[in-house]
């Protein structure tokens, strides 16, 4: 049976994985079994994807990430260059914890920027968007903007990644996509 998807030749696939049609996988990245990978992602070079890891649609992994199970990408997800998740809060070389790995949801949308560290245990909400080099050590809301390390949210940002500014109504509006936002307490919701 002819495989729907695309694999660098140096790239190795275990059996046992499953890989959705449309999706690229390039130089020397690794499929380990059991990974579930949906349709029309696109996984850069020198990437793992270790087992039980579940990608769903159109995520893009860029270079030199590492997947460790226990992480849950829902699709449209964005994952930057060498951007770092964990799976265990208190790994120790001499301690075998392969059963006690943490889940990390990364929400729809999302994207998470270069070299962001991403600690395990947290949900990453829809749309929000992690800066580059930013240490995540608690759950991040939909729609937040998050810098430094720690991450602190610095604000709000739309589903196209335009910082919202608020007015004084709790209206904002993307200036690319000119859709509507409305922020009540620490919670935004955009407007249908």
Not at 31 to 42: K, R
Not at 161 to 188: M, T, W
Request: hydrophobic fraction near 35%; charge should be neutral.
């Amino acid at each position: 049976m002819e495989k729907d998807y695309f694999a660098h030749e140096t790239a190795v696939i275990d059996e046992g994985c499953t890989i959705g049609r449309g999706t690229r996988i390039w130089h020397f990245s690794h499929i380990m079994t059991d990974a579930e990978i949906g349709e029309h992602c696109n996984i850069g070079q020198n990437v793992v994807i270790s087992p039980g890891v579940k990608l769903g649609k159109n995520v893009k992994v860029q270079n030199n990430v590492s997947i460790y199970t226990g992480v849950i990408c829902e699709d449209d997800v964005f994952l930057g260059p060498s951007m770092v998740f964990t799976n265990i809060t208190n790994p120790r070389s001499a301690v075998i914890r392969r059963d006690q790995y943490v889940t990390t949801m990364v929400r729809r949308g999302a994207s998470i920027g270069a070299n962001a560290t991403i600690i395990c245990g947290n949900e990453i909400g829809e749309y929000s968007l992690i800066g580059a080099g930013a240490v995540i050590t608690r759950d991040v809301r939909p729609y937040a903007l998050v810098v430094g390390n720690p991450g602190r949210q610095t604000g709000w940002v739309s589903e196209y990644g335009h910082r919202l500014d608020f007015g004084a109504d709790g209206i904002a509006i993307c200036p690319e996509s000119k859709q509507r936002y409305r922020l009540s307490g620490q919670e935004v919701t955009k407007i249908v």
